[in-house]
């Protein structure tokens, strides 16, 4: 692993880190030289993520939605990888299909649970022990990166819940980054377009996506990989973004950024 002097015995929380952009976002950290907390719904999940990263990383089952779950995963990184400079609220689900008029309410409430509710605890729980902590040069005393999504702005069909959790995310961004910026914790938020996490291949695979139309639609003509969104959330966990708080970065291809008819992107291959 590479010298790190800036994290040398820090440690970074990632939550749903056993896949996707969550596993490619831990893997990130740890090269940069964090000490990083997998945590995950799924136990057996986390704790072999955190084996293939090394002895020096931590697999931890927690539910973000439990607000004594996370107290307890928290507390129990801190512990054993130091002090915590590094959030990344990422745990998440998908949202149920279907007609608005159809749909379920608890499935609603379960959605916004994950999304909302999870990062408002987990940004608590690890933003009380970076208060107390001294400021470092260059990090302050610690940044979150929140997850929204296409979703947070723009309006997907039948997507209640997500939309409303991942717009709420960005609201909650901007209110915790502006109440803690003079404390030296920085807050923001990465919005991804569609990614090529294993779910969504998943999802491709039984037709319930249409990949071919959201490579047309997405400027750049593709989906993202995952650790090209790990990218992002490390650019702004980094002291490489020491002056920006309270921001959401697009990583979406250019999707937000359209706002032309389809048919004047060129044909992909072109």
Same mark, same amino acid.
């Given at each position: ?10 440690? #970074?929380? /990632?939550?749903?880190a ?18 990083? !907390?997998?945590?995950?719904? *799924? ?5 072999? *993520? =955190? ?20 107290? #307890? $995963?928290?507390?129990?990184?801190? $512990? ?12 998440? &689900? !998908? ?11 608890? $499935?609603?409430?379960?959605?916004? @649970? ?8 987990? @940004?608590? #729980?690890v +933003? *009380? ?6 400021? &470092? ?13 296409? +979703? ?10 997500? @939309? $409303?959790?991942? =717009? ?13 910026a003079?404390?030296? &914790?920085?807050?923001?938020? /990465? %919005? ?16 319930a ?5 959201? %490579? ?13 969104i790990?990218?992002? &959330? ?10 920006i708080?309270? %921001?959401?970065?697009? /990583?979406?291809? !250019? ?11 060129? #044909?992909?291959?072109?």
């Amino acid at each position: 692993m590479p010298d790190h002097p800036c994290t040398s015995g820090l440690a #970074a929380i /990632v939550t749903g880190a056993a896949d996707g952009i969550g596993w490619a976002t831990a893997q990130h950290l740890a090269s940069d030289g964090y000490r990083v !907390g997998l945590l995950d719904l *799924r136990a057996e999940a986390a704790t072999a *993520r =955190a084996a293939e990263l090394g002895p020096q990383h931590l697999g931890i089952a927690c539910d973000v939605t439990q607000a004594a779950s996370v107290e #307890a $995963a928290v507390a129990e990184v801190a $512990a054993k990888l130091g002090r915590i400079a590094v959030l990344v609220n990422n745990a998440g &689900i !998908g949202d149920q299909t279907g007609a608005t008029v159809d749909q379920n309410v608890d $499935a609603f409430d379960r959605v916004l @649970s994950v999304h909302l509710r999870g990062a408002f605890l987990m @940004s608590q #729980a690890v +933003a *009380r022990r970076m208060l107390q902590a001294a400021p &470092i040069d260059g990090l302050g005393r610690g940044a979150i990166v929140n997850l929204g999504s296409i +979703a947070s702005t723009g309006g997907l069909p039948t997507r209640n819940a997500y @939309s $409303a959790g991942k =717009a709420g995310i960005l609201g909650m961004t901007r209110a915790m980054a502006s109440e803690w910026a003079r404390d030296g &914790i920085r807050v923001n938020a /990465v %919005a991804p377009g569609y990614v090529r996490t294993a779910l969504l291949i998943e999802l491709e695979e039984k037709g319930a996506i249409d990949a071919a139309g959201i %490579a047309h639609r997405t400027p750049m003509g593709r989906m993202a990989q995952p650790a090209e969104i790990a990218d992002a &959330i490390a650019f702004l966990a980094s002291p490489r973004a020491s002056y920006i708080t309270g %921001a959401t970065l697009p /990583v979406d291809g !250019g999707w937000s950024a359209f706002g032309a008819t389809e048919s004047q992107l060129a #044909a992909l291959g072109a």
